[in-house]
Structure formats: structure tokens, C-alpha cells
């Protein structure tokens, strides 16, 4: 089913730039292959998805997110974790998902590997940063009822669940 504005419950394509302040990119969608995201279920940093309420294919958004609306503010800090206690693989960049003494699962990033230690910090890379994209709104759909429980979106055949 066609969905003409993005509102709740629309699955929402979209072309992106993502520069900082300077006018860096920090990341763009690939030409051949848009971002898909269920709008309304935080798949999106919030900042992006407030702008794009509202919109229509075709449509041209600038927006400008503060980190509280985007990644966060940036904590600095810090904690060092045993090697042992983390996957074989484990590289700086990464990201992890832990559980709180709530259940409640967390992510964190690796920032350093020193001998036998692993530093972690629950900053997002993009912690702190103010976020400029640049979005063109490709396609919009109604999202099916599966979608709707998980909370994002499936791929056009079922495939590239996560
Ligand atoms: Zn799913």
C-alpha cells in the first residue's frame, strides 16, 4: 500500500549525507542502496526523525541535530574490561551490547586494546557531535504488521532480517 507523507508506522527510504559542523562527511547512504527505517521506533537518531515528519517523496531536507537529539553528549569515560572477557575478535571500533544490573541492554564501544586490557566507553563515535544531513526522501510504504512488532523494517523480498 502507497503512503503519501511520512508519519508513524510508514517504512521510510531515504538517500543521506551526514556531515559535521566543518562540513566533513562522516557517512553517507550507498547510491544503488537507500536507508530503509519504520518511522516512530527510534530506528533513526530522534533529531532526524522529528525533520522528517511530515515529508513527502521527492522531498529535500536539511537538517541540523544537536547531540542531545542525536548520538548523546559525550560522558568520557571509561572502563577497562579483561581481554578474556571479551569476544576472540574483539577490534578498536567495535560495538558491544551489555547488560546493566536492570537487564536493561547497553551498548558500548571499544576505544583502546592495551595488553591484556580492553577499553571501553559508552560514548556513540558521534557523541557530542552536531549532526548536519542532508536527506532526499526516496520511497514510502505501509509497513506490514510483522514489521510493525519488531519494530523495523524487512527487506522488500523477507530477506535481511536482523
Ligand atoms: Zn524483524
Not at 513527502?56 to 568520557?76: C, I, L, M, Q, R
Not at 578498536?92 to 544490573?101: R, S
Amino acid at each position: 500500500m502507497a503512503e503519501s507523507i511520512i508519519r508513524e508506522d510508514v517504512v521510510v527510504s531515504i538517500q543521506y549525507t551526514l556531515r559535521d559542523a566543518k562540513g566533513q562527511v562522516l557517512d553517507t547512504s550507498d547510491a544503488s542502496e537507500p536507508l530503509v527505517y519504520l518511522h516512530g521506533y527510534e530506528n533513526i537518531v530522534p533529531g532526524l526523525e522529528d525533520a522528517l515528519d511530515g515529508k513527502k517523496v521527492g522531498d529535500k531536507v536539511k537538517a541540523v541535530v544537536a547531540p542531545e537529539d542525536g548520538y548523546g553528549e559525550k560522558t568520557g569515560e571509561v572502563e577497562r574490561v579483561p581481554r578474556d572477557a571479551m569476544p576472540p575478535d574483539i577490534e578498536v571500533g567495535m560495538d558491544l551490547l551489555a547488560e546493566d544490573e536492570d537487564g536493561d541492554v547497553i551498548p558500548f564501544w571499544v576505544v583502546a586494546i592495551e595488553g591484556d586490557e580492553v577499553v571501553v566507553t559508552p560514548d556513540h563515535p558521534l557523541a557530542g557531535v552536531e549532526l548536519h544531513f542532508d536527506v532526499e526522501v526516496v520511497a514510502l510504504r505501509a509497513a506490514t504488521k510483522e514489521e510493525l512488532d519488531h519494530g523495523h523494517p524487512h527487506g522488500p523480498d523477507g530477506h535481511g532480517h536482523h
